[in-house]
Every structure is written in C-alpha cells, then in structure tokens.
C-alpha cells in the first residue's frame, strides 16, 4: 500500500521545509532522491522529531491529554472534548479509537497511541537503513544523525511502554507487509528494557556532550537536538521504571503472573528477575545511571543568585524562564500547530485567570492534593501526610495533618504581606487564608491562591488603577504612575467580570497555575502572547537527582547516606531544609523517606508533563492515589471567608476513579482483529 510522509517544519532550526515533503515509501527510486541530499536528508530527520507527544500541551488532547491524567491536576470542564476526562472517570476500553496524525489527536483527543508511535518506529528504521545515501554530509554527521535516531526509536518505544506495557519489538527490521498479524505478541518487560537500554548505551557512546562538537553543526542553530546528556537522562528513566512495582514484581501482588506470550515466557517476570530466573538488581541499574547523569560536568541544578526567599523562588522559575539552562537535559521550544495564541502563550491562556489577562481561559487548575503537598517553610516537613476516605475515595476535606509541620488548614492571618513576584507599594496587606501562609517558594512560583495579588503591576484588568510615585531610573526624579493590578478572586460574588456559571471559562477550583507565567507580563494584548517562547525541559537534572535518591533508597544494598544527598541537592535549591534536619525520624526509616522522595518529586514535577501520572502507576499508588471526588474550593460561594470551605459539588461532572486495570492502556480492537493472538491488558 502507498503511505505519503509528510514531512511537518519541526520546531527545529535545522528543518528547512515550509510545509510538508512527500516521500513514497516502497519507490526505492523516491527514497534514493531523498537521502542523496542534504537538505531532504535533514527533513526527514527533523520530521523524525515531530513524533514527540506533546506533553506539555495542557488542553487535555493531544497523545491522550497526558498532563490532565493526574491527581495533580482538575481540569476546567468535563465537557471539553478530551480523553483525559474518560480517563480520569474510568470511562474508555479496547473500543477507543486510535489515531495516527496531530490532526486527528486534535479533533478527537483520543488516547490509543499505538498506530502513531510504531509508525514513528517505522519511520525511525527508514532512515537508518537509508541515511548512508547522504554523501553530502561527512561520515561523522551521519553517524551523529544515526545515533539521534536511535535515540528517537528507543524514545517512541518507552512511549509505548510506559503506555501498554511491554509490547512488540522490532529491533533493526521493519514491521513489513509479510508479517503474519496472527503470530505476533508481545515481548516481555526485560526484552522491552534490554534493547531500549543497548540502543540508549549505543548513542551514549556516539553522541556528542554538544551539537556544536559535529562537523560544522552549531549548537545555537541546532537546539533540541539529542545529545549524550539526553540520551543517558532516557536510560536513567527507563531503568527507574523496569525497577519499579508496575513492572517488577507487582509488590508482590500477582496481577500480571499468569501473562505468558506466545514463545511460552512470562511477559511480566518475578521481582529482580531476568527472563532466566536470575537475581538483578534492577534498582542498582536504575542507581547507577541516574549518578551517572548527575556526575556529567555540563550540567548542574539551578541555583539561587542570593539567599532571599525571593532568589529561591527564582531558582525554581528560572529552570522554565532561563532558556537552555544547566538544568535541561534535553528539551525543545514548546511547540503547537493550532494556537493562534501561539506556542508557549496558548499554556498560560488555559491557566490564567478571564479578564485578570486577556484570553485567560481557567481551565487548567492544581488539584487540591497538590496545593496541600508544598512543604512549610520554617520546619521543611510536608504538612498533609493523607486523607480520611468517604465514598468516592480521598476526601481532600478531612487532610490529616502533620502537626509538626507548623501548618493551620484553618483561620485567617490579618495583615498578611505577599512576598514573592509583587511590589509591597502596590501588592498591599490583606486577608490570607492560614493554609496559604510559610509554604515553601514553589508554592508561589507555581500558584495564586484565592485573594492574593497577581504578580503583576499591570494587567488586563479596567477600572481598578491606583497612582504610585517611584523614582525613574533615568532621571533620578520621583514620577507619578498609573498601573492597575488586582487580586485574583474566583468566589462567585467577585470571580472579575464574570459570574459562576455551569460551562465556560471560570476557575473551578480556587487556585490559579502560574507555572509558565513570568511575573510582570500585563499580557493584555495578543501579541503579549505570541512574542513568548519557551522550552520545555522533557529532562531535566531534579529529576536525575530525585531518580538516584529513589533507587538508592530501595536497591538491596541500601544506601541511605546518598539517598539523602540526592534529595537534599533538590531541596537545597529552594532554600528548605536537609530532610534529615525536617524529620530526624527518617534516618534508618526506609518508608518514610520513600514517601518523602515521592512527596518532593510531587511538588518539584507537579503539573509537568506527565511526571505524575505515571510515577504514581510504576509505583501501584494509583488506586490509592487517585480515587477522589471533584473537591474544590467553595468557588460558587457569596463570600470571600466561606470560598475556602472545601466542597465536591460545585465542579460539575463524575468522580475519578481508578482500578487495577487502569495501570495500562488497552489494546484497542482494531489492532486485537489484526492481531488475534497478541495478549490483552488485565480486565480488557
């Protein structure tokens, strides 16, 4: 059958092309005349990189809507057209649909991605067993290019991993039109990470430490392109998942034991077992490559500039703001194909507040859970250690607290001063809710709770300016200046101009994400939005530091002391605490500082990407995790003093709900019809 490639402008300086390319993928003529140049040769690449889901697109669509999965995130309307809300309300099976294309992801939000990633596999394969063709580039070009593309092909492979489970693997040939559908299933977990792992092992030793070590390459017109720290960074990940309950041993559960594949193996293999029956410490694996990553000396964690909770609050932002950081791993400009907000603005609009900005949409809010999770200030403890359960799940109503943690989920504090992003001349003492108070910088670098100041002096926003006197810089003269900032309010009686209402754009929650949005920006025009670019860190140093601490924590040879370096490195950051100091208890207590590390991966990760969602499956919290009602703020309250009172029902739609056969996605049947022999996912 004739396939047309379309060859989509990667955001990548190196892809040249306007539009799209057309290559017949069985006329070795086409492919000859395409691989013979350079140009051609480098499009096909860049259309290579066009295969990466889209994580940090947060309308809840695309590759399934990853990043609106998690008990981090509550998305602004269960009407809008997406599978995150058939995710999170267990509504979908082997009849979901699957899609190929951006085009369709778009239109339908739809979540079963296994035509898509094994065509970016396919591709993937196409070019390596073409690219020699290319004389126009020198041999360590294509040999830079080669080992890119192994890295992509072992990337779309996790994808689907990390998705389905353990699933067919092709190696270097392609899935050709002889293959007999009724004869394939799927390999096990250890073949899945073993070839994974020896392509990623293969680029490591090929890759360059930078673009700008290739040939003529540069590395300022080449961003985003894989280099070794990416592709170690990836080892490191996948390593960390082969470790984990999900895919190790089940915690001992037995849910995946009677899965046996066609050659007679057991898909998924004993706890630190290899597919022999032999003893791997797969947390020792997955220790060694996330130390590995962090012993790299071009990288390094963002550090403060100063010693201020501002500066700390600054080193957390500017992991997104400082373009290309030390932190970033590998990344790429935040891309989009429909925003007319363009790339980055269009992830604020869906965060920012109506009217506060123009365009602000609301619709992508922090969950209750998380703003809970943001440890205090003071003592550097995590003041919500769970929840009592009603009959939905958790009940984010009733936290239990830590009363160590100096944290009060109750009363008010008069006079309270906002700190961080505002100007105390014009973000002036009010009223704050005790739970908003001594919480750690990244609870104001990523939220905007209820009553406080929008870190702006000047906004969207009519009708609300005030004159100050500051000196300008210029002259040394004190001047008279109008600016308008505000206060977010999302209670019913002053949520800005607009009332509560069932459906539309208002914050259903009580807390405004500002994760992605730069103090200071009025954006009250559109090209406010459209003039914003920035990257994407898909990996990034935390989270080698906070994998390290993790593995180091459970590897049969515990070792507690690095355990606690690595996680410490992470908190340091933002001025808090060691973790010992804020729990002397943890020391020789492996649980606790199991969920220590896993509450700091919460709030260092929360609502990027999908970081979330699937530490919570690897680990098997899910169940427990992300069982609750649709708990918000009482945002259709009168006043502002009872808007902090915790309901379920002011958030339209079904609880969430999750059971053990959500940890993977299911086959969808058309892909089960071709292939009637492949084996299901559990309770599909």
């Not at 604020?348 to 809010?365: C, K, W």
């Not at 992300?626 to 009872?642: I, R, S």
Request: aromatic share 14%.
């Amino acid at each position: 059958m004739k396939k047309i490639l379309y060859i989509l402008c990667a955001l990548l300086p190196l892809a040249a092309c306007d539009s799209w390319f057309d290559v017949n993928l069985q006329d070795q003529e086409d492919l000859e005349t395409t691989f013979s140049r350079k140009q051609t040769t480098k499009q096909f690449l860049a259309h290579l990189y066009n295969y990466i889901p889209r994580e940090e697109i947060v309308n809840g669509k695309h590759e399934g809507g990853v990043t609106t999965r998690g008990d981090d995130v509550l998305f602004g309307s269960s009407t809008y057209a997406s599978i995150w809300y058939n995710y999170r309300t267990g509504d979908y099976s082997s009849a979901t649909p699957s899609y190929k294309n951006v085009a369709d992801a778009t239109a339908l939000g739809r979540g079963n991605i296994w035509p898509r990633y094994y065509e970016a596999i396919d591709q993937c394969s196409i070019f390596l067993e073409n690219v020699d063709r290319d004389v126009e580039d020198t041999e360590e070009v294509r040999e830079y290019m080669k080992a890119e593309v192994r890295f992509l092909r072992a990337y779309y492979y996790f994808i689907l991993f990390r998705q389905y489970g353990p699933v067919i693997i092709w190696g270097d040939r392609r899935a050709g039109a002889d293959v007999v559908g009724k004869e394939l299933d799927r390999n096990t977990v250890n073949e899945n990470v073993d070839f994974i792992v020896s392509e990623l092992d293969h680029c490591i030793s090929v890759l360059p430490n930078s673009v700008g070590e290739v040939g003529t390459l540069t590395a300022e017109s080449e961003t985003g392109r894989v280099t070794k720290g990416a592709a170690m960074a990836l080892k490191a990940r996948v390593l960390l998942y082969a470790a984990s309950p999900l895919y190790n041993g089940q915690n001992g559960r037995g849910i995946y034991d009677g899965m046996v594949n066609r050659d007679g193996k057991r898909i998924f293999s004993p706890y630190n077992t290899d597919d022999e029956g032999a003893t791997v410490d797969k947390w020792k694996r997955a220790a060694d490559a996330a130390e590995a990553v962090i012993g790299m000396s071009q990288y390094r964690l963002v550090q403060a500039k100063g010693d201020t909770f501002q500066d700390y609050a600054d080193a957390y932002q500017n992991v997104f703001f400082d373009r290309w950081n030390s932190e970033t791993l590998w990344g790429w400009w935040f891309h989009s194909w429909e925003d007319y907000l363009g790339t980055t603005g269009g992830a604020i609009a869906y965060a920012a507040p109506r009217d506060i900005v123009l365009y602000g949409f609301q619709l992508l809010t922090p969950s209750l859970k998380l703003v809970d999770a943001y440890p205090m200030w003071e003592t550097g403890r995590y003041p919500v250690t769970g929840y009592k359960k009603d009959g939905d799940g958790l009940d984010y109503s009733q936290p239990e607290i830590d009363e160590k943690s100096g944290y009060r989920a109750e009363g008010w504090t008069e006079n309270y001063q906002q700190t961080v992003d505002v100007e105390p001349v014009w973000a002036t003492p009010f009223k704050a809710h005790n739970s908003t108070v001594g919480r750690d910088p990244r609870y104001y670098s990523c939220l905007v709770p209820n009553g406080f100041w929008w870190p702006s002096r000047t906004t969207a926003a009519t009708g609300r300016n005030i004159q100050i006197e500051e000196m300008d810089p210029t002259t040394g003269k004190m001047v008279s200046k109008t600016i308008n900032p505000v206060r977010f309010t999302c209670y019913d009686a002053q949520e800005a101009s607009s009332r509560w209402k069932q459906d539309g754009e208002v914050n259903r929650v009580g807390y405004s994400w500002r994760r992605w949005y730069k103090a200071g920006n009025p954006l009250s025009k559109q090209t406010d939005y459209t003039s914003l670019r920035y990257i994407y860190p898909a990996f990034r140093l935390a989270e080698m530091y906070l994998a390290a601490a993790e593995a180091n924590n459970e590897m049969a040879n515990r070792d507690e002391a690095k355990a606690l370096r690595y996680l410490n490195a992470v908190r340091n950051r933002v001025g808090l605490n060691n973790i010992e100091e804020a729990y002397p208890e943890v020391v020789g207590n492996k649980e606790l500082l199991r969920w220590c590390i896993r509450q700091e991966k919460f709030v260092e990760f929360g609502m990027e990407g999908a970081q979330r969602w699937f530490d919570n499956n690897r680990c098997m919290i899910s169940e427990e995790e992300n069982n609750c009602g649709n708990w918000t703020l009482h945002v259709k309250a009168g006043t502002y003093e009872d808007s902090y009172t915790r309901v379920k029902d002011d958030y339209m739609g079904n609880p969430a709900v999750f059971g053990v056969r959500d940890y993977f996605f299911p086959m969808s049947s058309d892909e089960m019809a071709e292939m009637p022999a492949y084996t299901q996912n559990y309770n599909f």
